[in-house]
């Protein structure tokens, strides 16, 4: 059975850094192309970032040269490295297998001094 | 980027209606579109796939349709347990942008 757990969410400061996880079960990370979608308090779906089986990376414009998207195989294992972090990235944050067959349950990610 | 326009933003509909969301690609996507049902503190969970086929396990009662720039998701006979927000989803193009989704409830 595929599971996404998603960890590393909480309270940030503006200007800060988080890093969230996502650890994976039931299927290779590296063999997929994995993706990280977020969803700000009461608002729609955003594509955040993709990483391909390949490695290649790509990032929404609002979070270019912010956030990093990465995973470790031996971990199985797919990451978000967020850095200076705005009020605007405030949301919960899903990591999503493939094109969308499986979600993690999310992880709420709140900027606020 | 591609910008997906769907419509109602919500809805209501009695128990056993038909229930129909459009969404509209700005540019040509061929078929490359996902459907997704989200309910309240929970994750999306997909429906249908290329644009009219339906995920394993999810009732028949959902399909889609289109291709190209129009796309169309049907609930043929509304149930209580539909009651959620939808959302449609690019997958032509990166960024994979979603429509605005729309809010369906039962009147």
């Known amino acids: 059975e595929v599971q996404l757990v998603e960890t590393g969410g909480g309270l940030i400061q503006p200007g800060g850094s988080l890093r969230l996880s996502c650890a994976a079960s039931?299927?290779?990370?590296?063999?997929?192309?994995m993706s990280w979608v977020r969803q700000a308090p009461g608002k729609g779906l955003e594509w955040v970032s993709v990483i391909y089986s390949g490695g290649s990376t790509y990032y929404a414009d609002s979070v270019k040269g912010r956030f990093t998207i990465s995973r470790d195989n031996s971990k199985n294992t797919l990451y978000l490295q967020m850095n200076s972090l705005r009020a605007e990235d405030t949301a919960v944050y899903y990591c999503?297998?493939?094109?969308?067959?499986?979600w993690g349950q999310g992880t709420l990610v709140t900027v606020s001094s | 980027d591609i910008q997906m326009t769907q419509s109602p933003s919500s809805l209501s509909a009695s128990v056993g209606d038909r229930v129909t969301i459009t969404c509209q690609a700005s540019q040509d996507i061929s078929n490359y579109l996902n459907w997704y049902q989200q309910k309240p503190g929970k994750a999306p969970k997909l429906l249908i796939y290329d644009a009219s086929n339906l995920e394993t396990g999810v009732p028949s009662r959902f399909s889609g349709s289109g291709s190209g720039t129009d796309f169309t998701f049907t609930i043929s006979s509304l149930q209580p347990e539909d009651i959620a927000t939808y959302y449609c989803q690019q997958y032509d193009n990166l960024p994979r942008t979603f429509g605005q989704g729309t809010k369906v409830e039962i009147k």
């Open positions: 039931g299927f290779t990370v590296s063999s997929n192309y």
């Open positions: 999503v297998r493939g094109g969308g067959i499986d």
